[in-house]
């Protein structure tokens, strides 16, 4: 063995150890993805994650603030009866997520950043991210106009940030076009530029209640494609995008390493709930450390290169990482 070639001596005490990490995620680049509906309820899928009633959300975006977390994405969850083939809920001015970010900035201010996702399928009858032709296909065109709606109502209701994730091209210009033209040049864009169609999105779609028959394949990309997710998001930041997203986070930290080495704007990813109720359920079942496993996983995707993380762990986080 050479007596010099010893990375072992950096790993000899914690202390030594806590000196040379390279990785330190900090509270402020967490945020917090809420549910919020017309009633609050557990989510028998996400042990630990309930969905909130408006004023619920208040509460919720008060304990962002006073953890030092970076921020709140809002998801709204209309009632089954309001939904339609257009998903007009997304943009009416009284719909859930509208009234949910009036409350959160009444409350907070711009002591956190208030997001909120730019999407129809919580809100269409058909629970596709888009609106349907004669055939059934979601046209990606006839989508644009709802976003550009969607986006302009979300930020007259006081979003900091607005997350176009419906994977329909040329979404982020179109957003940027709207917001620009009503007055919200200062709203900003997160896009979730590289979007895979993900078992691991399952117990999401059971907290919004979601209607989808089928999948999102046509919009959303195959798990299998790396470079296509570097393509993304370059035609996100070709269209102005402010902050790139990749989504799922832990399966996918080749392409939260492409991006970030790309991108020349923050870059986010997603924790999405399947990763988490995998390590809920592993965890209740002693099958692993809970605790050395969530840091492990938010690390990790740190490490890979995200600016911010959205996890559904964020407060908890915040009190371990203080
Ligand atoms: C779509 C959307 C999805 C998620 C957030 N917004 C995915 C989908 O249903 O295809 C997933 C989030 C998660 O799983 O935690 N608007």
């Given at each position: 063995m050479s007596p010099v070639l010893r990375p072992r001596r950096l790993r000899t005490t914690p202390a030594m150890r806590r000196l040379v990490r390279e990785t330190r995620p900090r509270p402020e680049q967490l945020v917090l993805p809420v549910f919020v509906g017309s009633t609050a309820a557990p989510i028998p899928s996400m042990p630990?994650?309930?969905?909130?009633?408006?004023?619920?959300?208040?509460?919720?975006?008060?304990?962002?603030?006073?953890?030092?977390?970076?921020?709140?994405?809002?998801?709204?969850?209309?009632?089954?009866?309001?939904k339609d083939d257009v998903g007009s809920q997304g943009w009416a001015p009284d719909g859930i997520a509208q009234r949910a970010i009036e409350r959160i900035r009444d409350a907070v201010g711009d002591d956190v950043v208030t997001m909120?996702?730019?999407?129809?399928?919580?809100?269409?009858?058909?629970?596709?991210?888009?609106?349907?032709?004669?055939?059934?296909?979601?046209?990606?065109?006839?989508?644009?106009?709802?976003?550009?709606?969607?986006?302009?109502?979300?930020?007259?209701?006081?979003?900091?940030?607005?997350?176009?994730?419906?994977?329909?091209?040329?979404q982020v210009e179109a957003i940027r076009g709207a917001l620009d033209g009503e007055g919200f040049a200062d709203v900003a864009i997160l896009a979730y530029s590289a979007k895979y169609a993900s078992a691991f999105y399952g117990p999401f779609r059971d907290a919004v209640g979601s209607s989808l028959q089928g999948d999102r394949r046509t919009y959303q990309q195959d798990p299998a494609n790396r470079r296509e997710g570097l393509r993304e998001a370059l035609l996100d930041?070709?269209?102005?995008?402010?902050?790139?997203?990749?989504?799922?986070?832990?399966?996918?930290?080749?392409?939260v390493s492409d991006v970030a080495a790309a991108s020349d704007v923050p870059v986010a990813a997603y924790q999405v709930s399947g990763e988490y109720s995998m390590i809920e359920a592993a965890a209740a079942q002693g099958w692993i450390n809970r605790r050395a496993a969530i840091e492990e996983s938010v690390t990790g995707i740190v490490r890979a290169g995200a600016d911010v993380v959205l996890t559904y762990w964020a407060k908890e986080l915040a009190g371990w990482w203080r």
């Amino acid at each position: 063995m050479s007596p010099v070639l010893r990375p072992r001596r950096l790993r000899t005490t914690p202390a030594m150890r806590r000196l040379v990490r390279e990785t330190r995620p900090r509270p402020e680049q967490l945020v917090l993805p809420v549910f919020v509906g017309s009633t609050a309820a557990p989510i028998p899928s996400m042990p630990g994650v309930a969905r909130v009633t408006v004023d619920g959300v208040v509460d919720e975006a008060r304990q962002v603030r006073d953890l030092g977390l970076g921020g709140i994405m809002v998801f709204g969850v209309p009632e089954e009866s309001e939904k339609d083939d257009v998903g007009s809920q997304g943009w009416a001015p009284d719909g859930i997520a509208q009234r949910a970010i009036e409350r959160i900035r009444d409350a907070v201010g711009d002591d956190v950043v208030t997001m909120i996702d730019t999407c129809l399928d919580e809100f269409t009858s058909h629970g596709h991210c888009g609106v349907l032709d004669d055939a059934g296909r979601v046209d990606n065109d006839a989508t644009l106009e709802c976003y550009a709606r969607m986006a302009v109502a979300q930020a007259r209701a006081g979003a900091h940030v607005v997350a176009p994730s419906g994977m329909m091209d040329g979404q982020v210009e179109a957003i940027r076009g709207a917001l620009d033209g009503e007055g919200f040049a200062d709203v900003a864009i997160l896009a979730y530029s590289a979007k895979y169609a993900s078992a691991f999105y399952g117990p999401f779609r059971d907290a919004v209640g979601s209607s989808l028959q089928g999948d999102r394949r046509t919009y959303q990309q195959d798990p299998a494609n790396r470079r296509e997710g570097l393509r993304e998001a370059l035609l996100d930041l070709a269209e102005g995008a402010d902050m790139v997203m990749v989504k799922p986070a832990s399966h996918y930290l080749d392409v939260v390493s492409d991006v970030a080495a790309a991108s020349d704007v923050p870059v986010a990813a997603y924790q999405v709930s399947g990763e988490y109720s995998m390590i809920e359920a592993a965890a209740a079942q002693g099958w692993i450390n809970r605790r050395a496993a969530i840091e492990e996983s938010v690390t990790g995707i740190v490490r890979a290169g995200a600016d911010v993380v959205l996890t559904y762990w964020a407060k908890e986080l915040a009190g371990w990482w203080r």
